[in-house]
T-cell receptor, first 110, second 115 residues
């Protein structure tokens, strides 16, 4: 069983829809990261969080440490949000190693 | 502030050859981590360097090695290349404080094709 599980694996939605991507993990963590990868390959870090909720523009990330679960929400989705979204965790305190989920491929149709 | 720079962006090598990839972290960042991304295995951790010392290592064979220089730039080397080493190799830099986890910033990656 993977230490980090994401759902769904693929998601297609219409422009403007509210999007939710889920991440569950099975180990104790010091931080959880949400990453975005576009077709060119480069990865952008969207959020790093260890508790509560963070918001950047139309993106919101939440984490529930007790339930070992995090969600990434996109409000008013746009075709430029189409990308692969990857959840990653840092399992050990002070350790920079990341363990990744398999990613969610999001496609927003105009 | 300049981002993480990886060179080269694309590389084609023949089985049995060796390859060296380079990663220049964000100025002031002391931790550099390397990752391999393949369609079958996804993103996997290779190793992490902090202040010229390998601090963590993933489950890869000894053909994969790396080092970090005093200016925090890092190189990774793969010897005796195999077809299965074809992948996107990503590096990430972070402040790398020993007592806390810090945000990672990724480079654009080097796409290695082994033929």
């Amino acid at each position: 069983k993977n230490e980090v599980e994401q759902s769904p694996q693929n998601l297609t939605a219409q422009e403007g829809e509210f999007i939710t991507i889920n991440c569950s993990y099975s180990v104790g963590i010091s931080a959880l990261h949400w990453l975005q990868q576009h077709p060119g390959g480069g990865i952008v870090s969207l959020f790093m969080l260890s508790s509560g909720k963070k918001k950047h523009g139309r993106l919101i990330a939440t984490i529930n440490i007790q339930e070992k679960h995090s969600s990434l929400h996109i409000t008013a989705s746009h075709p430029r949000d189409s990308a692969v979204y990857i959840c990653a965790v840092t399992p050990n305190f002070g350790n920079e190693k990341l363990t990744f989920g398999t990613g969610t491929r999001l496609t927003i149709i105009p | 502030k300049a981002g993480v720079t990886q060179t080269p962006r694309y590389l084609i090598k023949t089985r049995g050859q060796q390859v060296t990839l380079s990663c220049s972290p964000i100025s002031g960042h002391r931790s550099v981590s390397w990752y391999q991304q393949t369609p079958g295995q996804g993103l996997q951790f290779l190793f992490e360097y902090f202040s010229e010392t390998q601090r963590n290592k993933g489950n890869f064979p000894g053909r994969f090695s790396g080092r970090q220089f005093s200016n925090s730039r890092s190189e990774m080397n793969v010897s005796t290349l195999e077809l299965g080493d074809s992948a996107l190799y990503l590096c990430a830099s972070s402040l790398g404080g020993l007592l806390r986890t810090t945000e990672a910033f990724f480079g654009q990656g080097t796409r290695l094709t082994v033929v």
